[in-house]
């Protein structure tokens, strides 16, 4: 089994940054965890399956076309998860859309709780922790364009390691 995750990449300079900003926090999986935004969370697939897993998402891409993204200001899921985050302003509705092809190609289950498009920053800190990402973040703003979503492989020592990348529209 491999377990995967399906993901628009944070594009540098803005994702590099993201990933310094969450390492200050503290944040040990600043190492292991490029920035994104989350289509589809951990999943473990047979390893005879990612082929087929690959093939469905290269259909899922040719769906969308591409699209601008903002990111702007922070948000929390506290105090449900022990969360902080920075927000999707512009291109949402798209990354919703996208998330539900990606979704139904893959005939993943619905998310437990509802889709919110956002890019982690700091995650199971402390509140003094979790409050300076929140702060420190909040004038945080950048517009880039999705033109592509990334499969991930989770490796014990790597973290989540982008396998192949899957252009929109194509």
């Not at 076309?65 to 506290?78: A, E, H, I, Q, Y």
Request: proline share 11%.
């Amino acid at each position: 089994m491999t377990t995967i995750g399906v993901a628009i990449p944070v594009p540098d300079p803005y994702g590099s940054l993201l990933r310094e900003k969450r390492a200050d926090f503290g944040d040990p999986m600043a190492e292991t965890v490029p920035s994104h935004v989350t289509l589809i969370p951990p999943t473990e697939v047979a390893d005879h399956e990612l082929d087929t897993v690959c093939r469905s998402l290269e259909r899922a891409s040719a769906t969308m076309p591409p699209f601008p993204m903002r990111l702007r200001g922070t948000g929390t899921f506290r105090p449900v998860s022990p969360v902080v985050f920075v927000a999707v302003s512009q291109g949402i509705s798209y990354t919703e859309m996208l998330a539900k092809c990606v979704r139904n190609a893959l005939d993943s289950p619905e998310p437990k709780f509802p889709f919110h498009p956002h890019v982690t920053v700091a995650h199971n800190l402390d509140d003094p922790s979790l409050d300076r990402a929140y702060d420190e973040l909040s004038g945080f703003e950048c517009q880039f364009t999705v033109t592509e979503f990334a499969l991930y492989h989770h490796q014990d020592v790597s973290g989540w390691v982008p396998q192949r990348a899957f252009p929109l529209g194509q």
